[in-house]
């Protein structure tokens, strides 16, 4: 049985997690920062880090200084290093000890060049193992968009795949690349979150749900969001079936 209910705090979402990561494309950055000001509201001191590269949002810190970060006041940006303009990754054991100096960290572990939908390299995503909870996000913006402009990577899943790229981004598409070696890649054993995003500006916004069910069902994943996060919608979308 399938449960939606609208939401304007998605806080409850990582209750008493502090360690929660961010895959995919099409919203991690708007939704992590949505999630840390939630939390800090609730007194909550959070940091938000990257595995990969983040823009280099204020206020930040550099890992190595980051005795001088005031924890608590706002969220707080840490990165290594600056680079274009860009916070540049932290290692895993980093991302664990920022454990000791904040009550939640939240990670960027994925990068999309800004597209709504992506296939990982052999290299990615970097997801702590210590994640308690991680994110899987797509953007409903890609429905029926060229295939080729809206996926990173396009190329190689259609190398690795022996398959042609489709003209479109069709449902069967979209639901397809919520599978093991694309969206969901590294995230087995961890407990995952699906978030479909861009609601908003999704010309078929009537296909949300639709989609959400079908890639639920397809990864025995239980707790879905329908989100435009950008503007404050939310709707949490469970099943009581699956692991």
Request: neutral net charge; proline residues 5%.
């Amino acid at each position: 049985m399938w449960h939606i209910q609208r939401t304007s705090d998605p806080c409850r979402l990582i209750e008493g997690v502090k360690f929660a990561s961010f895959v995919g494309g099409g919203g991690k950055t708007s939704l992590s920062e949505a999630l840390a000001s939630a939390c800090l509201a609730r007194q909550r001191s959070v940091a938000i880090t990257t595995t990969t590269k983040i823009m280099a949002a204020t206020p930040l810190t550099l890992f190595d200084d980051r005795a001088n970060a005031t924890a608590g006041s706002s969220v707080t940006h840490v990165g290594k290093t600056i680079e274009g303009g860009k916070l540049t990754g932290l290692s895993i054991e980093e991302v664990e000890a920022l454990g000791n100096d904040f009550d939640v960290v939240l990670v960027e572990a994925d990068g999309a060049k800004g597209r709504p939908l992506k296939y990982p390299a052999d290299y990615e995503p970097v997801i702590p193992p210590f994640s308690e909870k991680v994110f899987i996000i797509a953007g409903l913006d890609a429905l029926f968009q060229p295939f080729r402009d809206v996926v990173f990577r396009h190329e190689l899943f259609c190398r690795r795949t022996g398959a042609e790229p489709p003209r479109l981004v069709y449902p069967d598409v979209f639901v397809r690349l919520f599978s093991d070696d694309a969206l969901l890649k590294g995230t087995a054993g961890l407990k995952r979150t699906i978030v479909l995003n861009k609601y908003d500006s999704c010309r078929h916004r009537h296909m949300a749900a639709v989609l959400m069910e079908k890639i639920m069902e397809s990864t025995g994943i239980t707790e879905g969001l329908i989100a435009g996060v950008k503007h404050g919608v939310f709707y949490e979308m469970r099943t009581g079936y699956g692991s």
